[in-house]
């Protein structure tokens, strides 16, 4: 079965350092997405991207943040100066339609990111 | 209010029980629903789609939408421990061409053999 792979799996990073998530999503899919889960709280989104651009955003995704889709199979997230509170899991997702219909989004395993 | 609340649970249930997970929402315009399996440092698992109001079922799981009283539930029929987890629901609507779920806080479910 096809799935979305995330790597690193667990990255530890010094607060103002930089930090790129990698996710190769699912080859056919045309519609990805960044959310997070910090400990014990819910998942949130970040931002949706599309037709190499972001299609939506939420208020968490400030100028800290940013995708980038380099080549035809990898969807990245950098963070530019990681605070504290970045400290969560990251996850990747994937889609076929843009609303989910019927597969829904595929997610991956997740980047779990300790800023210290 | 929040836009989607969740008992967080913990849910402990025997084997073999019939399982019901609820999730409430604020949003009259909310239209796309999904629920998700999220086991202990994994990815969350979709387990059920379902667009507007009525009821989907696939093999031991059955969604449910009720729109006019904003309320949708998962049943899990002859659970199994292996069905022990965390469900989220998530649920949309259109903006302006894209869409962005919102997730529950997720239940916790605990099956004991």
């Known amino acids: 079965e096809p799935e979305v792979?995330?790597?690193?799996?667990?990255?530890?990073?010094?607060?103002?350092?930089?930090?790129?998530?990698?996710?190769?999503?699912?080859?056919?899919?045309?519609?990805?997405?960044?959310?997070?889960?910090?400990?014990?709280?819910?998942?949130?989104?970040?931002?949706?991207?599309?037709?190499?651009?972001?299609?939506?955003?939420?208020?968490?995704?400030?100028?800290?943040?940013?995708?980038?889709r380099p080549d035809g199979s990898n969807f990245t997230l950098k963070i530019r100066s990681t605070k504290l509170e970045d400290s969560a899991m990251y996850f990747c997702?994937?889609?076929?339609t843009p609303d989910g219909t019927n597969y829904g989004y595929t997610f991956g395993s997740g980047t779990r990111l300790t800023v210290v | 209010q929040?836009?989607?609340?969740?008992?967080p649970g913990p849910l402990s249930v025997p084997e073999g029980a019939i399982v019901s997970l609820n999730c409430t929402y604020s949003n009259s315009a909310f239209q796309y629903f999904m629920w998700y399996r999220q086991y202990s440092r994994k990815g969350p698992e979709l387990l059920m789609y379902t667009y507007s109001s009525g009821n989907k079922e696939?093999?031991?799981?059955?969604?449910?939408?009720?729109?006019?009283?904003?309320?949708?539930?998962?049943?899990?029929?002859?659970s199994q421990p292996s069905d022990s987890a965390t469900?989220?629901?998530a649920m949309t609507r259109r903006y302006s061409g894209t869409y962005k779920y919102i997730f529950g806080t997720g239940t916790r479910l605990k099956v004991l053999a």
Request: proline content about 2%.
């Open chain 2, 87 to 89: 469900y989220l629901c």
């Open chain 1, 5 to 68: 792979t995330q790597t690193p799996s667990h990255q530890v990073t010094q607060m103002g350092q930089e930090v790129i998530l990698r996710c190769v999503p699912i080859s056919n899919h045309l519609y990805f997405y960044w959310y997070r889960q910090i400990l014990g709280q819910k998942v949130e989104f970040l931002v949706s991207f599309y037709n190499n651009e972001i299609s939506e955003k939420s208020e968490i995704f400030d100028d800290q943040f940013s995708v980038e």
């Open chain 2, 2 to 7: 929040k836009e989607v609340e969740q008992d």
């Open chain 1, 93 to 96: 997702a994937s889609s076929e």
């Open chain 2, 58 to 78: 696939d093999g031991r799981f059955t969604a449910q939408v009720d729109k006019s009283s904003k309320y949708i539930s998962l049943f899990i029929r002859d």
